[in-house]
């Protein structure tokens, strides 16, 4: 049986990560955007590109489709990918010149420009780059002033609320100060400030949330109560990570499980895998995306196959989690039927000695990769050379 450590070179056919639901762009005119920008009191981020150009296409397929770009970006941003070269790019470049592809602006819904970055950047520095754009238009200090001075009104504490909210500034005890010296909670203005500000499972607020469920689809929509409360479990969920207190992690599932039934299942496979991931935990890392591949990727084999990865680039030295790895990744192979994915498997194959098995997977990898071109079939023929070798 050939180490693992002979072959951590195969490591970098592995790429990606897990849950990578990426950046959710706007379809609209640019009028539509700045109007729902506005109408969401957000920034809009600005991918202004070219067809022929290389970082532009990088960052397309490595940067924008990140799970953790796209959680950022969808959060904070209406995000909007223009060409430059043709239809409406046309118009903006008058309007904002591009010198560089890619350009990447920050655009207040008032049309000013936040920030303008050239080049492109990977995962780390584009997050970098967002949160920066935001810093630089924080609305939020515009009603603290008022607030300290003893403006208690609704209209300005909701909107300090929110504010504090968008620029990714704790809020919860600006809701909760305001709202435990209320008679009644049932009013309309009241109602505003629980759903904004209601951003944690573990807290009073969410249980007035709770109790006033009726009332605030009707103020808002059944769907965005519902999401309101996945978020809230997640924020709960990232708290008992950030300070490894397990029972806020078995707290917020409990919620979803409640509240939520519908995504209560996915929710609390997710957790296990996050809290396990940041704890060091294989095993139960592993048993989680065991069941997480079974119950909810059943049909997804772009998703399986990320999950594969996931396991076998934090835990390739865990017998259990390359077995689940392995065969994960034989399922995402067979189901996506692509070169890339039969490329994985084999090497999971590979890293789990099982080097016969890993020629027959490289072989299927090969042919399939003719179909795709010269890159993928030498990507192929490469990993073949340093098996056999």
Not at 44 to 68: H, L, Q
Not at 93 to 117: C, H, M, N, W
Not at 217 to 238: G, N, P, Y
Not at 338 to 351: F, H, K, Q, R
């Amino acid at each position: 049986m050939m180490s693992r450590y002979t072959f951590t070179f195969l490591l970098i056919f592995l790429t990606g990560t897990i849950f990578a639901g990426g950046i959710e762009f706007f379809e609209g005119t640019w009028k539509e955007a700045l109007a729902e920008a506005e109408k969401q009191e957000k920034i809009i981020f600005v991918d202004a590109y070219a067809v022929w150009c290389g970082p532009c296409k990088r960052m397309s397929k490595e940067v924008f489709t990140d799970d953790a770009v796209g959680e950022f970006y969808n959060k904070h941003f209406v995000n909007v990918k223009m060409d430059m070269e043709r239809g409406e790019g046309l118009e903006f470049r008058k309007k904002y010149p591009v010198s560089a592809f890619p350009t990447l602006f920050y655009i207040d819904y008032t049309g000013e420009v936040v920030q303008r970055v050239r080049g492109a950047r990977p995962v780390d520095g584009f997050i970098e780059v967002g949160r920066a754009a935001l810093s630089k238009i924080d609305r939020s200090e515009q009603y603290a002033e008022a607030y300290e001075k003893g403006d208690r009104s609704p209209e300005l504490v909701y909107n300090y609320i929110k504010a504090l909210n968008q620029a990714g500034k704790p809020s919860l005890k600006i809701a909760n100060d305001y709202l435990r010296d209320q008679e009644n909670l049932s009013s309309k203005e009241n109602l505003r400030i629980i759903y904004e500000g209601m951003t944690e499972a573990d807290s009073k607020i969410f249980e007035w949330f709770i109790h006033y469920n009726p009332q605030l689809i009707a103020l808002e929509s059944e769907e965005a109560v519902k999401e309101k409360i996945h978020q809230a479990c997640k924020a709960t969920v990232e708290k008992g990570i950030e300070f490894e207190y397990r029972q806020l992690v078995d707290n917020a599932i409990d919620k979803m499980k409640v509240h939520y039934p519908g995504k209560a299942e996915a929710f609390e496979l997710e957790s296990e895998m996050e809290y396990a991931m940041a704890v060091n935990d294989a095993k139960t890392y592993s048993k989680a995306c065991k069941d997480y591949a079974k119950k909810i990727l059943k049909d997804q084999p772009e998703k399986l196959h990320e999950l594969a990865q996931s396991l076998t680039m934090h835990f390739r030295e865990d017998d259990y989690a390359m077995k689940q790895a392995e065969k994960i990744a034989e399922d995402a192979a067979k189901m996506g039927n692509t070169y890339g994915y039969y490329l994985t498997y084999a090497s999971i194959l590979a890293l789990n000695g099982k080097e016969s098995d890993a020629v027959k997977a490289a072989e299927k990898s090969l042919k399939l990769a003719k179909e795709e071109g010269d890159h993928a079939v030498q990507n192929v023929k490469r990993f073949i050379e340093k098996l056999n070798s």
